[in-house]
């Protein structure tokens, strides 16, 4: 599933138009020649056309972003798969106005980079790595990462952002990232934390521990890495489910 085979963005089309086309073989902007719908819902589809090529020439997501509900912004991710940073945080409690990011993990095509607090974790460093690609792909990140971001660090985070927590619930995969995880059989290489383990692990590092440290990066960094196994099932199964059923000969 790729941006050009949808058409939801469009003002006044819904999922029962898109479907529609589909079904009558306009799966592609390429095949749309306004035969399937009304002349306004057609002009405005041409014009969407003529403007997303241009977008997509430049590598810019972000109008369809804008345009597409949370839970359908999966088929994004087909267009810019190898410029897409996935990226997980590790806090010192849940009020960004009072706690601390600890860590900040983001991992761009097959590269993983964790920034730590009072070392290398600034402002500057995150709005470098976040501006430099073209989708952002979290777990419960539009809720919690990216506003404790913008609080803390007082940055703009505006690339694209495709929380995956709301297409893994229009597939019934509830809870957290974990237990996603354990039900879809992606494993990890790291001991099974929580949050509250990452608050005590930081705290142990203050007092002197090293080791508590290294444990709360490979943490942060099993979290992070282990989005683009998930990424890749939710966009193959929302595929079948949404595209691929509707096709002619479906």
């Known amino acids: 599933m790729r941006i050009e085979n949808s058409f939801i963005p469009v003002r006044g089309v819904g999922e029962v138009t898109e479907r529609r086309l589909w079904e009558h073989g306009v799966t592609h902007w390429d095949e749309f020649d306004g035969s399937v719908v009304g002349p306004t819902i057609a002009d405005r589809i041409d014009a969407f056309i003529d403007e997303g090529r241009d977008h997509l020439a430049r590598g810019d997501v972000a109008p369809f972003a804008e345009a597409l509900p949370a839970a359908s912004r999966w088929r994004l991710y087909e267009n810019v798969r190898d410029d897409t940073c996935f990226l997980d945080i590790e806090t010192t409690g849940l009020d960004a106005s009072?706690?601390?990011?600890?860590?900040?993990?983001?991992?761009?095509?097959?590269?993983?980079?964790?920034?730590?607090?009072?070392?290398?974790?600034?402002?500057?460093?995150?709005?470098?790595?976040?501006?430099?690609?073209?989708?952002?792909?979290?777990?419960?990140?539009?809720?919690?990462?990216?506003?404790?971001?913008?609080?803390?660090?007082?940055?703009?985070?505006?690339?694209?952002?495709?929380?995956?927590?709301?297409?893994?619930?229009?597939?019934?995969?509830?809870?957290?990232?974990?237990?996603?995880?354990?039900?879809?059989?992606?494993?990890?290489?790291?001991?099974?934390?929580?949050?509250?383990?990452?608050?005590?692990?930081?705290?142990?590092?203050?007092?002197?521990?090293?080791?508590?440290?290294?444990?709360?990066?490979?943490?942060?960094?099993?979290?992070?890495?282990n989005m683009k196994p998930l990424m890749e099932i939710v966009s193959d199964r929302l595929h079948e489910a949404v595209f691929e059923a509707a096709q002619p000969d479906a």
């Open 98 to 225: 009072c706690e601390d990011v600890t860590t900040v993990t983001c991992h761009r095509d097959g590269e993983t980079t964790t920034f730590v607090k009072d070392r290398d974790l600034t402002g500057r460093r995150l709005a470098s790595e976040l501006d430099s690609a073209s989708l952002l792909v979290t777990f419960n990140g539009q809720r919690f990462d990216v506003p404790f971001l913008e609080t803390c660090f007082d940055v703009d985070v505006s690339v694209p952002h495709l929380d995956l927590m709301y297409p893994c619930k229009k597939l019934g995969l509830d809870g957290g990232l974990k237990a996603i995880e354990r039900d879809l059989g992606i494993d990890r290489d790291v001991p099974d934390l929580s949050g509250r383990d990452a608050v005590r692990l930081w705290h142990e590092y203050e007092r002197g521990d090293d080791a508590a440290l290294e444990t709360l990066v490979e943490y942060n960094r099993a979290d992070t890495v």
